[in-house]
């Protein structure tokens, strides 16, 4: 069965610092990987996904997450941030030919000013 | 696109009351997801449906949930009789599937209900 894990509940990184995000995952098949955001009071909103093919993957608002298929992770990163970053995170997986994503339990980011 | 769109917003209501949570999903997808998130949980997946058709209902805690989609632009999760442990934010996802790669489609989330059962 596949399952997600974020190992932290909660980072917290000054403005302007890299920040990674860490996430790792299980699955029988091929793993497709994706990152969700989550605002206060609002919807998860998806951030990018991990098909296949270039280990690094780009998506919205500057943050990009790297596959490393040997540990199993794939962590969400960007390079500088900014407080309007902090929020709820989200790691998730979805095996092959399966309907379901498994979500990690999040994990929530504050951006120190 | 109006994106997925859930009502109402907020809901309070007290125990042993009839509860119905209403989703209309982005035009044109074929999956629909109902998901509740709580504290202790986290983000639990309900039942999700593919072409109107539930297609697994394995995390229905219980037999007072019930969800239907009658149509392709319309679901609703129904719960009777409604009890406090119940509070939680609802959440429907829709999503379509690529015919190539048929699970790396991505679900598009509403806004949620947020459902206080006093």
């Known amino acids: 069965a596949q399952s997600v894990a974020q190992p932290e509940d909660q980072v917290n990184v000054a403005e302007g610092n890299p920040l990674t995000v860490k996430c790792t995952y299980s699955?029988?098949?091929?793993?497709?990987l994706f990152w969700y955001v989550q605002y206060p009071n609002r919807g998860l909103q998806f951030l990018l996904k991990?098909?296949?093919?270039?280990?690094l993957v780009k998506g919205s608002y500057g943050f990009e997450a790297e596959f490393n298929k040997s540990q199993t992770s794939f962590h969400l990163k960007k390079p500088s941030a900014l407080v309007s970053d902090s929020a709820l995170y989200f790691c998730?997986?979805?095996?092959?030919?399966?309907?379901?994503?498994?979500f990690g339990k999040g994990t929530r980011l504050h951006i120190l000013p | 696109d109006a994106g997925v769109i859930q009502s109402p917003r907020h809901e309070v209501t007290e125990m042993g009351q009839e509860v119905t949570l209403r989703c209309k999903p982005i035009s044109g997808h074929d999956y629909l997801f109902w998901y509740r998130q709580t504290m202790m949980r986290g983000l639990e997946l309900l039942i999700y449906f593919n072409n109107n058709v539930p297609i697994d209902d394995s995390g229905m805690p219980e037999d007072r949930f019930s969800a239907k989609m009658p149509n392709a632009s319309f679901s609703t999760l129904k719960i009777q009789p409604s009890e406090p442990r119940d509070s939680a934010v609802y959440f429907c996802?829709?999503?379509?599937?690529?015919?190539?790669?048929?699970?790396?489609?991505?679900?598009?989330f509403g806004p949620g209900t947020r459902l206080t059962v006093l």
């Open positions: 998730a997986v979805r095996d092959t030919w399966d309907d379901k994503i498994i």
């Open positions: 699955v029988s098949g091929n793993p497709y």
């Open positions: 991990y098909i296949t093919g270039d280990n």
């Open positions: 996802a829709s999503s379509t599937r690529d015919r190539y790669i048929p699970s790396t489609d991505t679900q598009y």
